[in-house]
């Protein structure tokens, strides 16, 4: 069964910084594309960053603040988030492919607001 756990969500002021960690059951390096995506409240879940097995790909509105990168010690994949801003709210989830399968985290809030 594999398995995908978020963890770093959390509440920042606009102009900070924050970590999110997706842990995975088996190896990072099992998954064609892993990344995450987000859902802010009463809009449809967006891509946020990907890591594919030709490179990285970012939604315009995180390019230049935020980047994603495996951890392979920690088997984990990492988005770092800076210079957040109130519209990136949404509850952020990690979602590998394997094969035709989909497999989603269950999420992690993170809020910006002063």
């Known amino acids: 069964q594999v398995q995908l756990v978020e963890s770093g969500g959390g509440l920042v002021q606009p102009g900070g910084s924050l970590r999110l960690s997706c842990a995975a059951s088996g190896s990072i390096f099992s998954f064609s594309v892993i990344g995450w995506y987000r859902q802010a409240p009463g809009k449809q879940r967006e891509l946020v960053a990907v890591i594919t097995t030709v490179g990285t790909d970012f939604a315009d509105s995180v390019k230049g603040r935020f980047t994603i990168a495996r951890d392979i010690a920690k088997n984990t994949v990492v988005l770092q988030m800076n210079n957040l801003k109130p519209e990136d709210t949404a509850v952020y989830y990690c979602?590998?492919?394997?094969?035709?399968?989909?497999?989603w985290g269950q999420g992690t809030q993170v809020t910006v607001s002063s």
């Open positions: 979602k590998g492919k394997i094969r035709r399968n989909d497999y």
